[in-house]
């Protein structure tokens, strides 16, 4: 099997001035899971290492960079997906880690549990060893006057919630298997201690060697409603390509409850689709060495992976 | 449309000495839930009314019942579902609250999320004016001597782990409508912070007037794996009864990654079902006046509802 990853940097509506960051963003996470399933990798290392580095670039709404909640805190959520044994490891409103993605594959690891939030996560991070982050350092200045902006009396909380950012990843490696991951700072001015469609097993994200792998960003709420990850791979079992399994899916999703979203898609043949019914979301993906990535609808770029890190600035 | 309850008390091992209380827990509830729908009421309250009976019941694992974590603390999960919209509403980790189902209910109809867990639910309850109930008034002395076994170098926590107790109910009430509502304590002796099923929408219970509505309860882990009451929901649109979306739903958990479990369901025709693999699941239903319940597998007793109102204990 051919290895092919896809990762997204969120849906929604990508700023002007935030395009290039995002571009170079999913770009290079992109490169890095390839460059591990190349290696004979696994897609679950490849997924985990994708979205860390997305964690890691505050030009996206998870680690980093999170939008903060309505007491002005990042809270994180993050989930990770093995497809070969349904194995799934995951967190909620967590504060203070720079990576939740790689404590979410801790909980998968070594626990007999699938999701652990807030205090307890917490005392669990400390269990293996986890560097605390001050949350200050997760805290983009951008962030901040996001969050004051939308205090104001004028402010139009919904216009904001646009601007999502979640990011995630799915591979299929050399054996076969495929993976999910995905990791979001959520809703900015949510409630303290709300949890979206990220830590939500078969709404943020899905993977099963049986059918594929999928990752999902967008309005939380509506795409819980719908189960949206593993609606798609269900239209994937009925026999659809992933391109139309994620279509059917986001149009339902609109129709039945008004929600808008995107979605990132591989199945175990290694076809992929990146989707969505917001205006934009970053995406990128390799296969057969080949990079294409894009923001808007329709449009793609493609270049050869040697290419890409010849001239990739951000040490791809 | 003629009006329908089914509730569950739990799929595991019940203990002999617990049976009959298990037996008229879910009697009681059924027949409260339904005379919510007798009187015209919406599913969504006969669900509520039906699981907030069982939590109020010392003999299932949910509300003051609860089994313990780790730290010897109650720590609740709870879900509900409106088929009419897919709006939900769920908490997870939560302490120090008598029912956890009509804080699931008010994260629906208060706020603009769909999940809210531990401090924040905390700080969301607080809002809301629901009282707090000191965490000791929730543990039984059976809880404490269960924790304590759990503890002993000795112990067999698996053994443990199979008397589980979740509750549950689902409806379709006059008008069509379907509702389910799931509330759990979750697992003996787990982590501080582990979410199961209960509070992930489309595992712990799922609900769409599209095709029906259920409630599972079992092996958490397990059912998160294969989002069990979507798949059920799923299979049901394929055209399959209640019954065998159950039974294949179920035959698929334990043969994919090895998982017992228990399910109730009601489509949007009235028929429904209670399965499970698992040795016993207490259930009673209510349809056409007639009550029916049981625990073991074949096991259906039969009264109308007059008849078990006239001889109920427990001022049904």
């Known amino acids: 099997m051919k290895p092919v990853i896809v990762v997204h940097g969120g849906?929604?509506?990508?700023?002007?001035?935030?395009?290039q960051g995002s571009r170079d963003g999913v770009v290079r996470a992109a490169l890095r899971g390839y460059g591990?399933?190349?290696?004979g990798g696994s897609a679950l290392d490849a997924?985990?290492?994708a979205v860390r580095s997305m964690e890691d670039d505050p030009h996206f709404n998870a680690g980093c960079g999170s939008v903060l909640n309505e007491k002005g805190e990042v809270e994180m959520d993050a989930i990770i997906m093995d497809g070969k044994n349904l194995d799934s490891g995951a967190v909620s409103a967590v504060k203070c880690i720079a990576n939740p993605i790689k404590l979410a594959r801790l909980?998968?690891?070594k626990t007999k549990h699938m999701l652990l939030t807030d205090h307890g996560a917490h005392l669990f991070a400390q269990a293996m060893g986890i560097p605390e982050t001050?949350?200050?350092k997760l805290i983009t200045e951008r962030s901040?006057?996001?969050w004051k902006k939308n205090l104001e009396a004028d402010s139009n909380p919904e216009e904001f919630q646009k601007d999502l950012g979640t990011v995630g990843a799915v591979a299929i490696d050399s054996e076969g298997n495929v993976a999910c991951a995905t990791s979001t700072g959520g809703l900015s001015n949510k409630l303290v201690g709300r949890v979206g469609d990220t830590a939500c097993i078969g709404s943020g994200g899905y993977a099963d060697n049986h059918s594929g792998a999928t990752s999902t960003t967008g309005?939380?709420?509506?795409?819980?409603k719908v189960v949206l990850a593993r609606l798609i791979l269900y239209h994937m079992e009925q026999g659809m390509s992933p391109e139309m399994a994620a279509d059917t899916a986001l149009d339902y999703m609109k129709a039945r409850v008004g929600g808008l979203g995107g979605v990132i898609v591989v199945n175990n043949s290694g076809e992929w689709a990146a989707r969505f019914?917001?205006?934009?979301?970053s995406w990128a993906t390799v296969k057969d060495d080949q990079l294409h990535y894009g923001i808007y609808a329709g449009e793609r770029h493609t270049k050869s992976v040697d290419e890409a890190l010849a001239s990739g600035s951000g040490g791809f």
């Open 47 to 49: 997924v985990e290492e």
């Open 107 to 109: 909980v998968m690891e």
């Open 11 to 19: 849906a929604g509506r990508i700023f002007k001035e935030r395009e």
């Open 144 to 146: 901040r006057e996001r």
């Open 134 to 136: 001050p949350g200050e």
């Open 219 to 224: 309005h939380g709420e509506s795409i819980m």
């Open 36 to 39: 591990i399933l190349k290696q």
């Open 277 to 281: 019914s917001t205006k934009q979301m």
